[in-house]
């Protein structure tokens, strides 16, 4: 039999409170339902972006981290990014290592603070890890005409330090010249991944010629590079050659052979680069730079600044540059060739 609608209004209103109030909890048990598989769906997805590899975006965008490549301006390889994260006054970054450092040297009384080396040159991949150059301008600001032997025990003696030549057309002195190419040159080396001591950075030192080798004995050197120009009466005179020393035993003996390789290495990378005449090597056994070293080493004369064509050339900053480049690739033969055995 079928039911039949209640005709008291009072009953009717109470059945439509209960519809209602049923109605109500069935709509809130589907929105549950519904949020509850929501909630599930994302669990889900969150598992499948880790287990993907992905990482969860950040909850809060305002603490999200923000990474910064920079780039090294003298050897174009990126550092390690720089990552700062945001937060009230407690920005922390965190940088890459530090690079080897150059090391000048020390005036007398004077302290050198050196910066600790990378923990993996630039260079290591090349075959040139824990290489080193000593780089010597040659000269200074002002000479110093005290006298030093110019070999262990000798009796012959030379000049401590001179001031060098100057430019015929332009003036300058020698020791500024050797100055500009020797900063380039250390950093076209460093740019190979080779750390670097200099013997001087500025015109504003008194070091002697044995000084300056001691330096480069005392940093082990794989080689000792003296940048110098040169000068002759006769202005026509031009070109570039390169010292090396003489066999003298219990002096040289030990580095001559190596020093004339580098001397060959480093005349044919300069001619090349520079289109400069060809002068060729010169054994010397006077020179207290060499009869003082134990490593290998050489003097580049980088050309006559009492020619004026040269001296001109030697003080433009496109040339020494060609120059630096030249030196540095040469170093870099002779030590991969010295390595190689």
Do not use: C
């Not at 005449?277 to 050309?303: H, K, Y």
């Amino acid at each position: 039999m079928a039911n039949r609608a209640p005709s008291d209004p009072a009953t009717r209103e109470l059945l439509a409170q209960i519809k209602r109030r049923r109605d109500r909890g069935r709509n809130l048990r589907i929105a549950g339902l519904v949020a509850g598989t929501l909630v599930l769906l994302a669990g889900v997805v969150a598992v499948a972006f880790a287990a993907l590899g992905g990482d969860k975006p950040p909850a809060d965008p305002v603490a999200a981290v923000t990474t910064t490549a920079t780039i090294d301006s003298r050897t174009t390889r990126p550092t390690a990014p720089a990552t700062t994260t945001s937060g009230p006054r407690t920005n922390t970054t965190h940088t890459a290592p530090p690079r080897p450092e150059t090391t000048e040297a020390p005036s007398p009384g004077a302290t050198t603070v050196t910066a600790p080396p990378a923990t993996e040159p630039v260079g290591a991949a090349g075959g040139l890890k824990g290489a080193v150059v000593v780089v010597d301008p040659g000269h200074q600001g002002r000479g110093n005409s005290a006298q030093e032997p110019i070999g262990p025990g000798s009796s012959r003696t030379k000049d401590k330090v001179t001031s060098g030549t100057s430019g015929v057309a332009t003036g300058t002195n020698e020791s500024t010249v050797t100055l500009a190419i020797g900063l380039k040159l250390r950093d076209a080396l460093q740019a190979r991944g080779i750390k670097v001591v200099m013997t001087r950075t500025s015109q504003n030192i008194d070091i002697s010629n044995i000084a300056r080798t001691k330096i480069a004995n005392q940093a082990h050197a794989d080689l000792f590079i003296r940048v110098h120009a040169d000068g002759a009466e006769n202005s026509s005179t031009h070109g570039i050659h390169t010292l090396y020393p003489a066999t003298i035993k219990g002096w040289t003996d030990d580095i001559a052979g190596p020093s004339k390789r580098a001397a060959q290495l480093a005349q044919q990378a300069l001619v090349a680069a520079t289109g400069a005449a060809d002068r060729g090597l010169d054994a010397r056994d006077d020179m207290t730079g060499f009869n003082w070293s134990d490593v290998p080493v050489i003097i580049p004369e980088l050309g006559f600044m009492s020619n004026p064509e040269e001296d001109r050339l030697l003080n433009t900053a496109s040339y020494q540059q060609k120059i630096a480049n030249a030196l540095a690739d040469a170093a870099v033969r002779f030590i991969k060739e010295r390595r190689a055995g």
